[in-house]
């Protein structure tokens, strides 16, 4: 896939790193953003509604994305605007009118191909006056507007790549990407499951187990990896898995039909066999969960209501957000979901770079469970799939709190037409205790401060499970990113004498196998400019001698990762490790390389053998950490089309090359993995299990950037009214 950097020119990161860090450094003014959100075509305004006006249970009906029938006019775009439903249609048109593309095309994203890096300037400090430029700032009418679109041609059984420019109104490249087995759409997911409801052999096996409409059995359509037999050779196949509603409101994975798959050709949409591995009696469960169906429901929590009378203190103008010292602007892809671009923090009137873009880039699920079939459940959720589409309508009151700014997004349904899922990002702030506080008990005086945070927030629901993706911007300079897993662990079924050791039995005979969750983050740094070092630091103890009398000395040793060989590196928590990248060619007033450091959470490693073909498709997750220089077409960990793919491709491939990374521009791929060792409590659904890591400045400031943040108002914090 090469969705950015077209006619960028030199393929050499480090050749061109100067040049795009002039750009950097010499931030053109392209502000006017205090300027109020109303009016903008993409997005909403913020949302008033009192809190508890509406319930947090919704039907999907309600707020599914709904059809566009009209583009929108055209608006003054920035660069780095995800293309809306008037772009969405132009370039489908372009692309029809110019190429040959056969009515029978699936469209799998129509997404904004993204400006080289160092293209776009980062935002303006917040208070340099608009120089008279358009909405979209200085870069916007130099930049042209183009299209990323990938199609399926199931009759040729290929898959297209094309590039189209909106500005010219023309096709820029169209090519087959040979091997490729593009991901999964919606549309083939919901005809994969209409044609193995239909078939003769479903139904019969269906029949053997006493379920007698098919119409209640839930077909899922699941990547087949690298298990399809000889025969289905140069075919797009998947493998499915069933679930029974007894009822329409039923939770499905309470009733898996365990032994019964279809392999489905995706590109003919027919059964190309049925395996039938023996009956095993439905669980007897429901796995009700909903509110009406698990009563009594508690009654003594008093209302919590977050009030924010003179409104949210974020600015947000188009995609662009500021909120305390942060700017950053918004995007969204089909496959990503939320991208954020250009993050920078204002530090003493100019906007420092921090980070160029970053997104969840691939989402992988191994299971422990090696019976038949049981062993080919495994899961790229964003390389198979694309979360962008699986995007939630978020709710007040129920996944965000408080004076919320919700962002609606446009993305291309199968047929190429826009479609809307409104309010998929969420934007609020959140109160986090303490910032910072001391008690000098010479003077009896507390100074304390109370800490704010900005959330930016999507929920994705992949099949059985979501994953509410959570970025936090605080005001010491400090990035967090966190995943909240929830939803629904994947069942099997059990005979009612059977146990596993490779699950836990969670209902009578239904066990949720064990297995993990990985996140790999892009983090595509410019900490102060596009050429940065990435150090590991660990903490060593020193030998008590000469120079340490008393054993009590330990130091960080910091050690810079020089090629791509050495940067492939895992969690050394007892060394206390961590990742730091700074810019050399920098100082603060201390004399130190402004840097931000890469704190680790909870992890781990893959537990399938390094040889087995599920590790090897996902060879990105076997390290937490990988350095490479940027690359604009380098996006996606376990390579462009991972759907079908042996593996090798993405990380392991690109750093055979062994290329140089210190003092460049560099992009980090950090792993987090959740580990997932099922409990009884996850059943029938399941609390939120939380993973992350922080980026925190070191010596980036020159001393606490939080310290002018002032104490809050006295009805909250008495002896420190600052208020007039
Ligand atoms: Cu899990």
Redesign the pocket.
């Known amino acids: 896939m090469t969705p950015a950097g077209q006619g960028t020119g030199s393929t050499n990161a480090a050749d061109t790193a100067d040049q795009r860090d002039s750009r950097v450094g010499n931030l053109p003014d392209h502000s006017g953003l205090r300027t109020p959100a109303a009016g903008t075509s993409s997005t909403s305004p913020v949302v008033a509604r009192p809190p508890g006006a509406v319930a947090c249970r919704h039907v999907a009906e309600e707020d599914r994305s709904s059809p566009i029938a009209v583009p929108a006019p055209p608006a003054a775009r920035h660069p780095l605007d995800p293309l809306d439903a008037g772009e969405i249609t132009r370039a489908v048109e372009i692309l029809r009118r110019e190429r040959p593309v056969t009515p029978a095309a699936r469209f799998v994203s129509v997404s904004l191909n993204e400006p080289a890096k160092g293209q776009v300037a980062f935002a303006a400090p917040a208070d340099r006056p608009a120089a008279g430029h358009s909405a979209g700032g200085s870069d916007s009418a130099a930049t042209p507007r183009e299209a990323f679109i990938v199609v399926l041609e199931p009759r040729q059984h290929a898959t297209y790549e094309a590039v189209v420019s909106l500005t010219a109104g023309s096709v820029l490249s169209w090519r087959p990407v040979p091997g490729a087995r593009g991901p999964v759409t919606q549309a083939e997911n919901d005809e994969c499951e209409r044609v193995t409801r239909a078939d003769p052999r479903v139904r019969a096996a269906l029949e053997r187990r006493g379920v007698n409409d098919p119409g209640r059995v839930q077909v899922e359509a699941w990547g087949i990896g690298t298990f399809a037999v000889p025969e289905d050779a140069g075919r797009r196949v998947v493998w499915t898995l069933l679930f029974y509603r007894e009822r329409p409101d039923d939770n499905p994975y309470a009733k898996p039909i365990h032994g019964l798959h279809a392999i489905v050709d995706l590109d003919d949409m027919a059964v190309v066999r049925v395996e039938d591995q023996g009956i095993v009696p439905l669980p007897p469960g429901s796995g009700a969960y909903a509110a009406d169906r698990v009563g009594p429901l508690r009654d003594d929590l008093k209302p919590l209501e977050i009030i924010q009378p003179q409104g949210p203190s974020f600015e947000v103008r188009g995609w662009e957000i500021r909120w305390q010292r942060w700017s950053l602007r918004l995007g969204f892809t089909a496959r990503e979901g939320l991208v954020l671009h250009t993050i920078g923090y204002e530090d003493q009137g100019t906007v420092r770079p921090v980070i160029w873009r970053a997104s969840v880039a691939e989402l992988f699920i191994p299971y422990a469970d090696p019976r038949p079939f049981q062993g080919w459940r495994n899961a790229f959720d964003i390389g198979e799939y694309g979360i962008g589409n699986t995007a939630n309508s978020l709710r007040l009151g129920c996944d965000c709190l408080g004076e919320v700014r919700y962002f609606d997004v446009e993305l291309a349904d199968s047929s190429g037409d826009p479609y809307t899922i409104s309010q998929a990002i969420c934007l609020h702030e959140e109160d986090v205790g303490l910032l910072w506080k001391h008690f000098d008990p010479a003077t009896a005086v507390t100074e304390t401060r109370r800490s704010r945070r900005l959330v930016i927030s999507f929920v994705i629901t992949a099949a059985n499970y979501e994953y509410g993706i959570y970025w936090y911007f605080y005001q010491d300079g400090t990035i967090e990113f966190e995943a909240k ?1 929830t939803g629904i ?1 994947l069942t099997s079924a059990l005979a009612p004498d059977e146990t596993s050791e490779f699950g836990t039995l969670v209902a009578p005979q239904t066990l949720a196998a064990h ?1 993990q ?1 990985f996140l790999s983050v892009r983090l595509d740094m410019a900490v102060d400019g596009l050429r940065n070092t990435v150090y590991e630091v660990d903490t060593e103890a020193v030998p008590p001698g000469a120079d340490n009398p008393l054993g009590n000395a330990f130091r960080p040793v910091k050690r810079p990762l020089r090629r791509e060989s050495e940067a492939q590196r895992v969690i050394d928590p007892l060394r206390g490790r961590y990742w730091l990248v700074a810019n050399p060619g920098k100082t603060n007033s201390l004399g130190q390389e402004p840097g931000y450091k890469l704190i680790p959470g909870n992890n781990v490693l893959p537990f399938s053998h390094p040889d087995a073909p599920v590790t090897q498709r996902a060879v990105f997750a076997t390290r937490h950490l990988w350095v490479t220089p940027y690359q604009p077409d380098e996006r996606f960990p376990a390579g462009d089309y991972p759907n079908q793919h042996p593996g090798g491709a993405g990380l392991p491939a690109w750093t055979k090359a062994d290329r140089l990374i210190e003092n460049t521009d560099v992009v980090l791929w950090y792993t987090l993995g ?1 580990h ?1 060792i099922t409990r009884p409590e996850d059943w029938p659904v399941m609390p939120v299990d939380r993973i992350g890591f922080a980026l925190k400045p070191a010596g980036f400031f020159d001393h606490n950037p939080a310290l002018d943040v002032a104490p809050s108002p006295s009805r909250h914090c008495p002896g420190q009214d600052t208020s007039p």
């Open positions: 897993l662990v297995h969750h959740s997932h």
